[in-house]
């Protein structure tokens, strides 16, 4: 049960920073079911359809055999399938968001980044640039399944860019980012490092800018199994998120507008002259 003090206190630090993180909402057990499927499910190989990002081709690039998977909850006959849909549905997640917004939640998306060892990173951006709810914005529940730190590329965001409208992106720099699209943080803001524990979550406002750096460990992988949800009374978002899911299980249609996308276009490493 949520108690009004601790609703309230979120609420105060969601709307003055555009985030929040909420300690230890997943047991280790759960964090390790996440792990062993999602790593079980990457020992199979690729997943036409799961792992989207098809431009990333170098088989030495660690994310050519550790790529992002996209929507797992809309795969039934694999094993990360129900598990993904349980856990984006999570009424622990779910409790959060509606205390946020004010109103209940619904869910447009999943995902698992596995970031192993010398992972490029996803360059500063916004996701409503992908997600395009309107009127409002979307929010992200980034579940820590490792612990995430400045040295595996754990989260950077920019406390107070939320209140920002969305700021139309630039080219990034191959090399550290997989993502094709950097964001500058405005002047006088500046981006700060998160420093989370396997089972904490990490909620954040469509508007706020965020990424990571590169995974520098020599052997930690930072494993994050990430959703984004719309406010249920805002009336549209990006096609490729349908369906959406009330957190009872049941479809919830909107107008499905063109644009946006995966959240972060991805793109092959480009080489160094060595
Ligand atoms: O996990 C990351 O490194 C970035 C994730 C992210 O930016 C997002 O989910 O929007």
Redesign the pocket.
């Known amino acids: 049960m949520i108690m009004f003090d601790e609703a309230a206190g979120w609420k105060q630090a969601y709307e003055r920073d555009g985030f929040l993180t909420v300690p230890g909402m997943f047991s280790p057990s759960e964090v390790a079911e996440l792990r062993d499927a999602f790593m079980a499910q990457a020992a199979e190989g690729r997943v036409e359809g799961l792992n989207t990002d098809s431009r990333i081709q170098d088989p030495n690039d660690p994310l050519y055999r550790f790529g992002r998977m996209m929507h797992p909850h809309r795969r039934p006959e694999l094993p990360i399938g129900p598990l993904s849909m349980r856990t984006m549905l999570d009424p622990r997640i779910g409790r959060v968001l509606e205390a946020l917004w004010d109103e209940p939640p619904v869910a447009a998306q999943s995902?698992f980044?596995f970031?192993p060892p010398g992972a490029r990173?996803?360059d500063l951006?916004q996701?409503n640039f992908y997600l395009r709810v309107k009127p409002g914005s979307c929010m992200?529940a980034?579940v820590a399944v490792d612990d995430a730190d400045a040295e595996n590329?754990g989260?950077l965001v920019v406390p107070g860019s939320h209140r920002f409208d969305i700021i139309c992106p630039e080219a990034s720099d191959r090399t550290k980012y997989f993502s094709s699209e950097h964001v500058d943080v405005p002047e006088g803001y500046a981006a700060v490092q998160t420093v989370l524990k396997a089972s904490d979550v990490l909620f954040f406002n469509g508007s706020l800018i965020?990424?990571?750096n590169p995974n520098t460990s020599a052997d930690r992988f930072r494993c994050?199994f990430?959703c984004h949800y719309a406010p249920v009374s805002s009336r549209e978002i990006s096609a490729w998120y349908r369906p959406l899911y009330t957190f009872d299980g049941r479809e919830h249609a909107k107008a499905y507008v063109e644009g946006g996308g995966p959240?972060?276009t991805a793109q092959e490493a480009v080489r160094g002259p060595h």
């Open positions: 995902m980044y970031k990173g996803q951006h996701d992200a980034w590329g989260m965020h990424g990571s994050s990430i959240c972060g």
